[in-house]
């Protein structure tokens, strides 16, 4: 699978945040988040929920869906 399946990446961009101050706020290695951001790999659904409410969207602003 070659599509980015999320965009923890691009919405961390939109709201002016980085990998780090993200891996502070869940309490994980900069370089997980580093990981999730390349879609090297995902995070659990709950991870998913948090990130949203740290960045204050939706998570369907978070995952793409491709039809």
Aim: with cysteine; proline share 4%.
């Amino acid at each position: 699978m070659d599509k980015d399946i999320n965009r923890i990446k691009v919405v961390l961009a939109e709201k002016k945040r980085t990998n780090k101050w993200l891996a502070e706020q869940l309490g994980c290695a900069p370089t997980t988040v580093s990981k999730w951001c390349t879609n090297a790999c995902q995070p659990p659904m709950e991870t998913f929920i948090k990130v949203a409410k740290l960045l204050e969207v939706e998570l369907s602003e978070l995952v793409r869906i491709e039809k």
